[in-house]
């Protein structure tokens, strides 16, 4: 099973813009969604953006559209988030997942996750 490591979290002001990495141990072309989730204490985790490998199609949580791209690399096995314009709602740990079949916006249809990463945008 695949490893995921994320990093690249930090604090900004609202406005800024913060890259995330998602680092994966092995190949991640054998999973078809490759996805960007979000958690703040005591909510279910959100979807944020995930992109289908199968079909070339990336989709974003309304939250976010038009502020964040993601970004997936399969020579480098990277998944990564742009993310600009941020909003203090946007304040949450970040969590790249995998999944072979396709995307979903259920956490619970996902395999693997990474460790996450936070984020907090201050306002």
């Known amino acids: 099973q695949v490893h995921l490591a994320e990093s690249g979290g930090g604090s900004v002001q609202a406005g800024g813009s913060l890259r995330l990495s998602c680092a994966a141990s092995?190949?991640?072309?054998?999973?078809?969604?490759m996805a960007w989730f979000r958690q703040i204490p005591g909510n279910q985790r959100e979807q944020v953006a995930s992109f289908d490998s199968v079909f070339g199609y990336d989709y974003y949580g309304v939250a976010v559209e038009g502020r964040f791209t993601i970004v997936q690399d399969n020579e480098k096995n990277t998944l990564e988030l742009q993310m600009n314009s941020l909003k203090a709602e946007d304040t949450a740990m970040y969590y790249c997942?995998?999944?072979?079949?396709?995307?979903?916006?259920?956490?619970?249809?996902?395999?693997?996750w990474g460790q996450g990463t936070q984020v907090t945008v201050s306002s």
């Open positions: 092995e190949s991640i072309s054998k999973y078809r969604c």
């Open positions: 997942g995998a999944s072979r079949g396709p995307c979903s916006k259920a956490a619970w249809d996902y395999e693997t």
